[in-house]
């Protein structure tokens, strides 16, 4: 943990930290947390400052003054209405980076040292003046040997140290808060740092984010409506990045968009039909889709850039943040309850399970009453997080990213198109998403998954069985079994064993015969295809087998326990 003493430059930023969160009126968190001796003594008896706005407001405007890691800190919270509420949801949504731009002699030493080459050696041309500055690097225009017009993201100069130091002085002022402010003890700060550093750590290791661009270019591969910019693996490193550059405009500058595109509604809508793509279709999202990350190429293609945020579903998250989808769409309040309480982790001991379930649904009920066109995705998902904070509920953090990402482009649409409807614009996109779900190639897909579940259970069964019992007979476990009770249990472990054996085979000849009757064959009597019913007919006999086996395999247990009783 944190070492107060451990170096003169780390006292000196923390009480730089400090001074300006006293500035903004949070002296009282101090007084409370024992911080208040790193203060200078005219501070300290100071008049107490009151906040002339909202505390969002004062917390922004110390995030903005304390440079890249509380800027970082400010857009990270930005995206978890989980852990925030939503009034300073707000206020860190309009933060920028707003820093000036490091020297070009400091650009060429970074990119030489990390290329392991002159600069004009890796590159025909390289512009010395940047086309953009951001608290963790900037990003200059420059030309391949070939001739390949490419951005290149440099990191700024000794940012991870200054960050390290930062990330130091936050683990040690979140402890103290939490410690010593019980308004504060709800919140598990120690986490909160916990994940602002891996998060901060992997936006600084740029490998990563091209690993990111390369996966989402992979995915649209076969669709001529997206651009994702191809990553140049020999000209990337860590702490720089290079990528073709997008010759095209940000959605941010509206008038050029609508201008160039003959309307931005069009725009707006395939903006979102791609993003909705990537979120169910390939369960690999773009996490932070605002207008100046996205762009309209000359070409009329939508290009997304900067992925060093990205959401990962599986399948059993996608799947329920579908039905939670859906469940909005069609205004199916039960579902939507249901599906929500399966998705987070509670304290089983304070959560009250009754009174969420009661408050959710009041929350929702109007969804009933309201029209389809009128139902706005957004402001639902933002008061159900709400709630989610209010009873400690902990979501999974790509299900944060998700509804954030659709708050996001709800946002965009409503802002450029007043007509915007989301559900509306998202129900046909996701039915032919469920469609395909349901095509004979994704069941015999999903058949062979479980299918090779099972297998991998019934291989690691009897070896796992036998691993139990020997520790159970050598280890410090008093229990006390004799032989036959030995004997018993691994009786009835090969009945279940061979009862899941013949358990899978029933379900492959099922699956495996509703593939075969949606296929033309010649094997067919009087209108009825032999092989599918051939199967069918099998898998009833095996059923029928099995149950008997099942019942007489109790009746055995039975007999057993009552003999033993003897």
């Known amino acids: 943990m944190f070492n107060i003493r451990k170096e003169v430059r780390d006292i000196n930023r923390l009480r730089k930290i400090l001074l300006i969160f006293f500035e903004e009126g949070f002296g009282y968190l101090f007084e409370r947390s024992k911080l208040m001796k790193h203060l200078p003594l005219t501070k300290r008896f100071a008049k107490k400052f009151e906040h002339r706005y909202h505390p969002s ?27 925030v509420p939503k009034e300073y949801i707000f206020e860190f949504e309009k933060m920028q980076d707003k820093v000036p731009s490091f020297p070009f002699k400091d650009v060429k030493k970074i990119v ?22 951001a608290s963790l690097g900037q990003v200059h225009k420059a030309k391949l040997k070939d001739g390949k017009v490419v951005a290149v993201k440099v990191q700024r100069p000794d940012i991870r140290k200054v960050i390290d130091t930062d990330i130091e002085i936050l683990y040690h002022v979140a402890q103290l808060l939490q410690k010593h402010v019980k308004e504060l003890a709800n919140y598990d700060l ?45 000209f990337t490193t860590e702490k720089v990045l290079t990528t073709d550059f997008i010759d095209g405009t940000p959605l941010n500058q509206f008038n050029k968009v609508k201008r160039s595109a003959g309307g931005y509604i069009k725009v707006i809508d395939k903006v979102y039909a791609n993003v909705i793509t990537m979120i169910f279709e390939h369960g690999f999202f773009h996490a932070d889709p605002h207008p100046a990350n996205i762009f ?40 939507l309850v249901r599906t929500f309480l399966s998705l987070g982790a509670v304290d089983e001991k304070e959560f ?30 933002e008061q159900v997080m709400d709630l989610a904070l209010q009873y400690k509920i902990q979501l999974p953090l790509d299900f944060v990213l998700f509804g954030k990402t659709v708050i996001t482009l709800e946002g965009i649409g409503v802002r450029y198109n007043p007509d915007f409807k989301l559900v509306e614009q998202t129900k046909p996109l996701l039915k032919k998403i469920l469609r395909k779900k349901f095509y004979p190639q994704q069941i015999k897909k999903s058949a062979l998954k479980a299918a090779s579940t099972y297998k991998e259970l019934l291989s690691v069964l009897p070896k796992s069985s036998l691993e139990i019992l020997d520790r159970l007979r050598k280890g410090n476990i008093n229990i006390d079994l004799e032989d036959s009770d030995i004997k018993n249990m691994t009786a009835e472990l090969e009945r279940s064993s061979g ?12 699956v ?45 247990r039975s007999d057993l326990r009552e003999k033993n009783k003897r």
């Open 57 to 83: 407001v004062h917390l922004r405007r110390a995030f903005e003054k304390l440079g890249p890691t509380f800027v970082k800190l400010g857009q990270l919270l930005s995206l978890r209405p989980d852990l």
């Open 112 to 133: 030489e040292s990390e290329l392991h080459q002159p600069l004009s050696k890796a590159f025909k041309s390289f512009d010395t003046k940047p086309l953009a500055a």
């Open 190 to 234: 120690i986490s909160v740092v916990q994940e602002f550093e891996r998060y901060t750590h992997d936006e600084l290791n740029y490998k990563i984010e091209s690993l990111n661009a390369k996966t989402i270019k992979k995915n649209f591969e076969k669709n001529k409506d997206v651009y994702i910019p191809e990553v140049y693996s020999e």
């Open 296 to 335: 309209l190429t000359k070409g009329k293609k939508i290009g997304f850039v900067d992925f060093g945020i990205v959401g990962k579903f599986d399948d059993d998250l996608r799947n329920k943040s579908l039905d939670i989808f859906m469940a909005v769409a069609n205004k199916e309040v039960d579902k």
């Open 352 to 381: 009250d399970a009754r009174a969420f379930k009661r408050d959710l649904t009041v929350l929702i009920g109007n969804l009933q009453y309201s029209s389809l066109k009128d139902v706005e995705v957004s402001i639902v998902l």
């Open 499 to 510: 009862n899941v054996s013949v358990g899978m085979i029933i379900a492959a000849l099922i």
């Open 512 to 556: 495996g015969s509703a593939l075969v009757m949606q296929v033309d064959t010649t094997f067919i009597y009087q209108g009825i295809p032999i092989i599918p019913v051939a199967g069918f007919s099998v898998a009833i006999l095996l059923s029928i087998w099995l149950l008997k086996r099942t019942m007489l395999s109790e009746e055995v």
